[in-house]
């Protein structure tokens, strides 16, 4: 292994460097996102439910998971205090932009490494061949020389395999997180949609009250 990496060059560190922090940042991605679909597939429904019956309780059960963004969102909305539907859907439209670069976090990273990592492999190659042919004299076609110089060219090479190891990895954990902000942003389109509808059913049944929404009103 040591001899395969000091055979890529000085481009081996660098890329060493992106896929340690690709890694690094992909472990912290796939926690982030197996704990927002674990703990909010029971929330949502729940808080939708008892809204409809006890809107206290439902900010309540909200406050308690303030940690999801889909929580943040929701809560941004119900304690702004007495809104009207239109000032309650835009309330939501704004928290939910809010958590978008939440949502995306090290996104354009993912996608900057899987687009550096093959130039800095290709560069590796180039400085690899370059040093290989300073060192192949006039007219040494054959023998040693011509075996040096295969040996080269093959070490050479080592950096762009690795470059486009690393930036294939990269790019499948892009797309994967991409996908998961995609459906992620789509749930809160739908579970935003449902909120407002049971806002606007509560405010024709006279459920909802300047008191009840207020900030800092619940024990």
């Known amino acids: ?98 958590e978008l670069p939440v949502l995306k976090r090290f996104q354009t990273l993912f996608e900057t490494v899987a687009g550096v990592a093959p130039l800095l492999g290709l560069l590796g190659t180039v400085l690899g061949l370059m040093q290989t042919f300073s060192n192949l004299r006039l007219g040494e076609t054959s023998g040693p020389a011509a075996t040096g110089v295969t040996a080269g060219v093959s070490e050479a090479l080592v950096s762009t395999a690795s470059g486009l190891v690393v930036a294939l990895v990269a790019l499948l954990l892009a797309n994967l997180f991409q996908g998961l902000y995609r459906r992620q942003r789509s749930f809160i389109l739908e579970a935003g949609g449902k909120l407002e509808i049971l806002y606007r059913r ?9 008191n009840v929404y207020l900030p800092g009103s619940l024990p």
């Not at 926690?31 to 409809?52: D, Y």
Request: glycine fraction near 8%.
């Open 1 to 98: 292994m040591g001899n395969w990496f000091t055979a890529g060059g000085v481009v081996m560190w660098p890329l060493l460097l992106c896929s340690l922090l690709t890694l690094t940042l992909a472990v912290e991605r796939g926690w982030f996102w197996l704990q927002i679909g674990r703990q909010q597939r029971g929330l949502v429904p729940q808080a939708l439910s008892t809204f409809s019956q006890n809107p206290q309780r439902a900010i309540a059960k909200l406050k308690q998971h303030q940690q999801l963004p889909i929580a943040r969102i929701f809560l941004s909305a119900l304690t702004l205090g007495d809104a009207t539907p239109e000032e309650f859907r835009l309330a939501l439209e704004s928290a939910a932009q809010a």
């Open 202 to 210: 509560a405010q024709r049944q006279g459920l909802i009250s300047s």
